[in-house]
């Protein structure tokens, strides 16, 4: 059977329907509109998951399976070595998946006493989810250079012992920093 690509998009504000909210964020049934499109593509088998970019796309299917492709669609990267099938076809299983990668290079490092160092690619992933947050909850666009010169601030304004002094209030998606009531 063949894969089934889907898009879902984190914007439309709802203004040509008057809805005074972004569309994805409407209640149906008691959940958002958004909850039950995930919902029903997380129940599909025939899904698979593929990211698309400015300069390309990447599949990444499963665990065990990453291709990253061009605006043309040339393949420029995949992981890992691929087992093949009893008939000698290619196949997407990779002899050593990324996950077990990732732990063979960890003991590996401690072992040769060899540093490993992710602070940037974890910097960089915690940026990607703050800004997909930001535009989530303001139903805008955000550059990346907005994000790194921004002084917004998320966490309490004294990292102490003790009570914390952060609003109780839950924000409410597409209108910024207006708590729900």
């Not at 998009?9 to 499109?37: D, E, S, V, W, Y």
């Not at 196949?91 to 540093?115: C, M, S």
Request: net charge negative; hydrophobic share 35%.
């Amino acid at each position: 059977m063949a894969e089934i690509g889907i898009v879902i998009p984190a914007a439309g504000q709802g203004k040509r329907m008057g809805a005074g909210c972004n569309k994805q964020f409407l209640l149906l049934m008691g959940q958002p509109i958004l909850a039950h499109t995930i919902r029903i593509f997380q129940e599909s088998s025939d899904v698979s998951e593929i990211v698309h970019g400015t300069d390309g796309w990447v599949n990444i299917s499963d665990r065990n399976y990453c291709e990253i492709y061009d605006k043309a669609g040339k393949k420029i990267w995949e992981f890992g070595e691929y087992v093949p099938d009893k008939d000698g076809k290619p196949t997407h299983n990779v002899k050593v998946g990324p996950y077990f990668q990732e732990h063979i290079d960890l003991v590996t490092a401690i072992r040769n006493n060899t540093p490993v160092n992710e602070a940037e690619t974890t910097a960089v992933s915690t940026l990607t989810a703050i800004m997909g947050r930001i535009s989530a909850y303001t139903g805008k666009m955000v550059t990346w250079d907005e994000m790194l010169n921004s002084d917004l601030k998320l966490g309490p304004k004294v990292f102490d012992f003790g009570p914390v002094d952060v609003p109780k209030e839950v924000p409410v998606p597409g209108e910024g920093d207006k708590p729900a009531k």
